[in-house]
Nanobody, 121 residues
Framework: QVQLVESGGGLVQAGGSLRLSCAASGRTFSRYAMGWFRQAPGKEREFVSA???????YYADSVKGRFTVSRDNTKNTVYLQMNSLKPEDTAVYYC???????????????WGQGSQVTVSS
């Protein structure tokens, strides 16, 4: 069992930056692929980024070059550094733990509660 708690969301102006953190409980954190997803009002949950246990990364085209995912297995934490934020990045951001580095939410077993990110124009 893995429990995930996100933090670091908030309100920022367009062009600004935020860093989300996702702290995981459990001794097997390092074995999981960790994903970030987001969901805007009235829209489906969409893939943002993911990082494998060896540090390999995967990004959605919409955030490539602006967002950076990383993990610290000694702290059981995964991060999402978001730069050059745009109003269309506004959403609730979720971290998730799963067995595969894939962009499909149904392939992830554990989810955090979500953190609101709002980007004003």
């Amino acid at each position: 069992q893995v429990q995930l708690v996100e933090s670091g969301g908030g309100l920022v102006q367009a062009g600004g930056s935020l860093r989300l953190s996702c702290a995981a409980s459990g001794r097997t954190f390092s074995r999981y692929a960790m994903g970030w997803f987001r969901q805007a009002p009235g829209k489906e949950r969409e893939f943002v980024s993911a990082i494998g246990w060896i540090g390999n990364t995967y990004y959605a085209d919409s955030v490539k070059g602006r967002f950076t995912v990383s993990r610290d297995n000694t702290k059981n934490t995964v991060y999402l550094q978001m730069n050059s934020l745009k109003p269309e990045d506004t959403a609730v951001y979720y971290c998730a733990a799963g067995g595969s580095l894939v962009p499909r939410p149904e392939r992830y077993d554990y989810w955090g509660q979500g953190s609101q990110v709002t980007v004003s124009s």
